[in-house]
Structures are given as structure tokens and as C-alpha cells.
């Protein structure tokens, strides 16, 4: 049981990916999903999350390097969690990985823990 991230690749500065987080395994429509992203020498960033489907409330949450240049969004019945990347950087350079919130199916700002972590993606932006 696990998340299958999959679009990463290289790109110009102030290009565009579209990464996939696949479920595997599971249905991941009772989860919150999280994006997350590590650059070499640095520590892991939650970059974003979409809560449940099934949450009486549902919210997302990106990471104020990313606002309005990332888009969360969720397609339950391809049982997959996307990040669409605009206007990429070289700070945004990483291995982008997602997990499940452990507890609660919306966003929250200090989760207890996640699951199902996937093997990640590497996401190079360069001139």
C-alpha cells in the first residue's frame, strides 16, 4: 500500500509539470493528501494538501513559497492526488513525494503523522 508519484522532470526556468500521485493498493478518497518536496541538504517542506472527499469540510493548504503558482486538485475515480507547477524555479529543484494524513480528512497545519508514502519524483528546474 503506497502512493506512486509519477511527471517530474527537467525544465526551464518559468516552465511547467504536472505531477501525479497515484494510490496503490487503497482508495485514497478517504484521505487528506499531502505534496511533499526535499532539495539535496535541505529538510523535507509539506508543499501542499487536499483534504478528503469525504470530509463534512474541505480545504487545501500550499506552502507560501508555492501560492499562486501551484494548484492542488484531486480525480477520485482515476484514484489520483495531481500538483500543477507553474512558473517553476530553480528553488523549486527537490524529489517530490506524497503521503495520507494519518488522522482527519481535512488539511491539517500540524498533522500527528502520514502514511503510505510513495517513492517520490524528481523535479529538476534549469537553465
Known amino acids: 500500500l503506497q502512493f506512486v508519484e509519477s511527471g517530474g522532470g527537467l525544465v526551464h526556468p518559468g516552465g511547467s509539470l504536472r505531477l501525479s500521485c497515484a494510490a496503490s493498493?487503497?482508495?485514497?478518497?478517504?484521505?487528506?493528501v499531502n505534496w511533499f518536496r526535499q532539495a539535496p541538504g535541505k529538510d523535507r517542506e509539506r508543499v501542499s494538501c487536499?483534504?478528503?472527499?469525504?470530509?463534512?469540510?474541505?480545504?487545501?493548504i500550499y506552502a507560501d513559497s508555492v501560492k499562486g503558482r501551484f494548484t492542488i486538485s484531486r480525480d477520485n475515480a482515476k484514484n489520483t492526488v495531481y500538483l500543477e507547477m507553474n512558473n517553476l524555479q530553480s528553488g523549486d529543484t527537490a524529489v517530490y513525494y506524497c503521503?495520507?494524513?494519518?488522522?482527519?480528512?481535512?488539511?491539517?497545519?500540524?498533522?500527528?503523522?502520514?502514511?503510505?508514502w510513495g517513492q517520490g519524483t524528481q523535479v529538476t528546474v534549469s537553465s
Open positions: 493498493g487503497f482508495s485514497s478518497d478517504y484521505y487528506a
Open positions: 487536499i483534504s478528503s472527499t469525504s470530509s463534512s469540510e474541505r480545504n487545501t
Open positions: 503521503a495520507a494524513q494519518s488522522v482527519g480528512g481535512m488539511c491539517l497545519r500540524r498533522p500527528s503523522g502520514y502514511d503510505y
